[in-house]
């Protein structure tokens, strides 16, 4: 896969960004940018920093020193819901469910936060009455919402089991919700954090169908992710870090040919 | 001999009509915010007191009840923006301990306000009692057994059938994750201390009729409150109703047969077999991996 010829305009940018945990520096001095409609791997050895980027940028830890913007929209500083608000989502190594809604309920709840926005959660009486009652806007709305969950469900290629529980998901099953749920926001930035992980070949296939679908409509898609061969495979850039600075940045191929990339990682990873 | 008996079951049933309701206050704070709230019996006594006291004032008695719930929620709402969100960054023992204090200051100010006699309030219907197989209920006790309907119906609802609910039971689940979705955490534990003391405050005002209103009254209704939350299940709402009537039954029960002394050890021994037997306690959910 290759870049794009005209490289859009820059959608998330990293700036100078620190983390430290006491004397570990996790992060050190990063700076990049992710751009519209492209995919950008995020590569490195355990430990590297990678999943703290993410936390980083998603709100979820302050960084030490250094800024994140999101369209100029300075990021740093903000509650993990206001960055979520303004378009970035994420997955996590391990898939983390909504115990006690179903498979649909968790994609509905995800479309229902993007489509209240700011305003969210929407009244509760204002649903009750309507869906009590039955007005036909709203429970033309409630359909419609529900249709779109559905959609998402079949493109994730888990529409069967939409009515179950999620604590009856396998594995596998838990990573194709979480991608969909997360899909479901619409999101500018969607951070994947080795989305690949633990799948069958049926569901590494279905997930990189899903982040090409993602690229396709625009989201800028930050991958982390082991499987070397499948994130060299996917990304249009890449960038590496090794005990939390970055290395290397470029397309994978410059990157796959980094004689610094392959000392520190690659090498070990292709044998 | 079955005669009483099956009075002090109906007795038990209104008592623990009550006790559901200041239990599902108890349930809503845990399952939003994780925070176990000593102080939710005093939304009780607060709406109990303040229905008492307006309409002794010459309120009518449903506009005194109204002004009451609301006034539980707007204590419920001073509580959690004063004491709470400031130390929401504290360890869990620390904001217990923080409610203890809550519960303690509630009831202080109560007695300042309100001094230390009863107040009365007339029931909502007059009437004779209402005979059942034999047993007898007064009036009051259709409108406590009604507002534990639509309480429960209404959270029912509001749990099931709207998004909101949907993201409340969401952030429920996993409160960091949720809050990667835009869903408002901090929103949600505000919403629950204020519907928490509405719902208190209701128990309260259903209540007063029957056993008048007292400054202290929500220490009591507090303790039964939570011994029917954790005997049904702290992250159950229908536990709780089902904690309530059995507490209310059980105590009624017992203190009937034996003597009103054995009422609240009674209740309390059942706690500890429940949590023996199944810590989850009746209708709650065992441990899982968040």
Same mark, same amino acid.
């Given at each position: 896969m290759t870049a794009p010829a005209t490289a859009p305009a820059a959608t998330l940018e990293v700036r100078s960004v620190t983390k430290r945990f006491g004397g570990v520096v996790a992060v050190d001095d990063v700076t990049f940018s992710a751009r519209t409609g492209e995919v950008l791997g995020v590569m490195g050895p355990n430990g590297a920093g990678k999943t703290t980027l993410f936390n980083v940028i998603s709100g979820v830890q302050r960084p030490t020193s250094g800024d994140v913007s999101l369209r100029g929209l300075p990021l740093t500083g903000r509650l993990v819901e206001d960055v979520a608000s303004c378009g970035v989502t994420r997955t996590f190594q391990t898939p983390v469910m909504f115990w006690g809604l179903t498979v649909r309920e968790s994609v509905e709840v995800a479309l229902a936060a993007r489509e209240f926005g700011g305003t969210y959660p929407p009244s509760p009486l204002r649903e009750l009455v309507p869906s009590g009652l039955g007005t036909s806007g709203r429970l033309r709305a409630r359909a419609e919402l529900r249709e779109r969950a559905d959609a998402i469900l079949t493109r994730a290629g888990i529409a069967p089991m939409a009515d179950r529980a999620t604590e009856?998901?396998?594995?596998? @099953? @838990?990573? %194709? /919700? @979480? /991608?969909?749920?997360? /899909?479901? +926001? =619409? *999101?500018? +930035? %969607?951070?994947? =954090?080795? *989305? %690949?992980?633990? /799948?069958? *070949?049926?569901?590494? @296939?279905? +997930?990189?169908?899903?982040?090409?679908?993602?690229?396709?409509?625009?989201?800028?898609?930050l991958l982390v992710e082991h499987a070397v061969g499948e994130l060299l495979a996917v990304a249009d850039r890449v960038v590496v870090l090794d005990h939390g600075r970055m290395i290397a940045q470029g397309s994978p191929t410059q990157v796959a040919a980094d004689p610094v990339v392959i000392d520190a990682y690659i090498g070990d990873e292709l044998e | 001999m079955i005669a009483s008996l099956w009075q002090y079951v109906l007795s038990g049933v209104v008592d623990g009509a009550i006790f559901a309701l200041v239990a599902a206050g108890f349930v809503l704070i845990y399952q939003v915010t994780g925070l176990i709230n000593f102080a939710q019996g005093e939304f009780a006594m607060i709406g109990a007191m303040t229905a008492a006291s307006l309409a002794t004032a010459g309120m009518p008695t449903p506009a005194a009840a109204g002004l009451a719930v609301l006034a539980a929620a707007v204590v419920g709402a001073i509580c959690y923006l004063l004491a709470i969100r400031p130390a929401r960054a504290a360890t869990g023992v620390t904001l217990i301990f923080i409610t203890l204090g809550l519960d303690v200051a509630l009831?202080?100010?109560?007695? !300042?306000?309100? $001094?230390?006699?009863?107040?009365?309030?007339?029931?909502?219907?007059?009437?004779?009692?209402?005979?059942?197989? $034999?047993?007898?209920?007064?009036?009051?006790?259709?409108?406590?057994?009604?507002?534990?309907?639509?309480?429960?119906?209404?959270?029912?609802?509001?749990?099931?059938?709207?998004?909101?609910?949907?993201? &409340?039971?969401?952030?429920?689940?996993?409160?960091?994750?949720?809050?990667?979705?835009?869903?408002?955490?901090?929103?949600?534990?505000?919403?629950?201390? &204020? &519907?928490?003391?509405?719902?208190?405050?209701?128990? $309260?005002?259903?209540?007063?009729?029957?056993?008048?209103?007292?400054?202290?009254?929500?220490?009591?209704? $507090?303790?039964?409150? !939570? &011994?029917?939350?954790?005997?049904?299940g702290l992250d159950s709402l229908p536990g709780a109703l089902l904690g309530g009537f059995v507490l209310g039954i059980v105590e009624h029960v017992a203190g009937g047969l034996w003597s009103t002394g054995w009422e609240q050890g009674v209740g309390f021994l059942i706690l500890v077999l429940v949590l023996v037997l199944r810590p989850q306690g009746l209708l709650g959910r065992a441990a899982r991996r968040a």
């Open positions: 009856s998901l396998a594995f596998g @099953e @838990e990573r %194709l /919700l @979480e /991608l969909a749920r997360a /899909l479901a +926001v =619409d *999101p500018t +930035v %969607l951070l994947l =954090d080795e *989305p %690949l992980s633990g /799948l069958n *070949p049926d569901e590494i @296939e279905a +997930v990189i169908a899903s982040i090409r679908a993602a690229r396709a409509s625009g989201v800028a898609v | 009831r202080g100010l109560a007695l !300042f306000v309100w $001094g230390t006699n009863p107040l009365s309030l007339n029931a909502f219907s007059s009437g004779n009692a209402i005979q059942i197989f $034999g047993g007898a209920l007064p009036p009051q006790a259709l409108w406590v057994l009604g507002s534990d309907v639509v309480v429960f119906v209404a959270l029912y609802l509001f749990f099931r059938h709207t998004y909101a609910g949907t993201a &409340v039971r969401a952030a429920v689940a996993n409160p960091p994750i949720a809050s990667t979705f835009g869903i408002p955490l901090r929103t949600f534990a505000f919403w629950s201390f &204020v &519907v928490a003391a509405a719902i208190g405050g209701i128990g $309260g005002v259903m209540i007063a009729p029957i056993t008048s209103a007292t400054y202290d009254m929500g220490l009591t209704l $507090g303790l039964a409150g !939570f &011994v029917a939350a954790v005997l049904g």
